[in-house]
């Protein structure tokens, strides 16, 4: 079966860096998404790797290893906005997108 | 601003009731999805059209039902709701069915009584 993973729930502190991991088991792979959903919103697009390496976004980066099945969310400079769900999701052989449950991130002060 | 809306950011229905939830997009985009999404719990989709094309997820049930009767409007009606069904319907669009970013309308939350 296709299967994504990713810690429930993380907390961290104002101004501190996390990192959210996600490691994923599908059927072929054409991409990797990372989407940051508020509490009883929309969830809105943050970052897109189909390549090896990291890709930087202003406070935001995502790594993917595509060998290890594995990705990362890198927040920087935290701020309490910041506090919302993360979802990781992969583009499968059949480009279907498998989602991840999410990872709910805690900003504390 | 380009977008993707849905009406009613809030639905309440009673049990067996039929509800319909609509989606509009001002993107021209080919792909229309509906998911469906539990309390944190990933996004479930339940079928999607690649323009006039439907294609039914196969673990959807029956009681779903969806119509689009033009690129910019998508509907889900659910014949007759049952309680597991409360729950956020998320819509989203994308460009093209191959590895594209969806954008997402601001959801709608059902409430079965």
């Known amino acids: 079966g296709q299967n994504i993973d990713q810690p429930t729930e993380m907390t961290a502190t104002e101004g501190a860096i996390v990192q959210i991991n996600c490691t994923y088991q599908t059927s072929g792979f054409n991409g990797l998404f990372w989407y940051q959903q508020h509490a009883g919103e929309a969830p809105t697009f943050l970052s897109y790797n189909v390549l090896d390496g990291l890709e930087e976004k202003g406070r935001f980066s995502s790594f993917l290893s595509r060998s290890k099945g594995y990705s990362y969310l890198l927040l920087k400079e935290l701020q309490m906005k910041d506090s919302a769900s993360y979802l990781c999701?992969?583009?499968?052989?059949?480009?279907?997108?498998?989602w991840g449950a999410g990872t709910k991130l805690i900003i504390k002060p | 601003d380009a977008m993707v809306i849905q009406n009613p950011r809030y639905q309440v229905t009673q049990f067996g009731k039929p509800v319909t939830l609509s989606c509009s997009q001002t993107?021209?985009?080919?792909?229309m999805y509906w998911y469906q999404q539990k309390s944190s719990q990933a996004p479930k989709l339940l079928f999607h059209?690649?323009?006039?094309?439907?294609?039914n997820e196969a673990d959807t049930p029956d009681n779903f039902q969806s119509r689009r009767p033009n690129t910019s409007f998508c509907f889900l009606d659910i014949r007759s709701p049952g309680l597991g069904d409360a729950a956020m319907y998320l819509c989203?669009?994308?460009?093209?069915?191959?590895?594209?970013?969806?954008?997402f309308g601001p959801g709608t939350r059902l409430l079965v009584l």
């Open positions: 999701a992969v583009s499968d052989s059949n480009y279907q997108l498998i």
């Open positions: 993107l021209n985009h080919n792909v």
């Open positions: 989203a669009t994308s460009r093209g069915a191959e590895a594209e970013t969806q954008y």
């Open positions: 059209y690649y323009d006039k094309d439907f294609n």
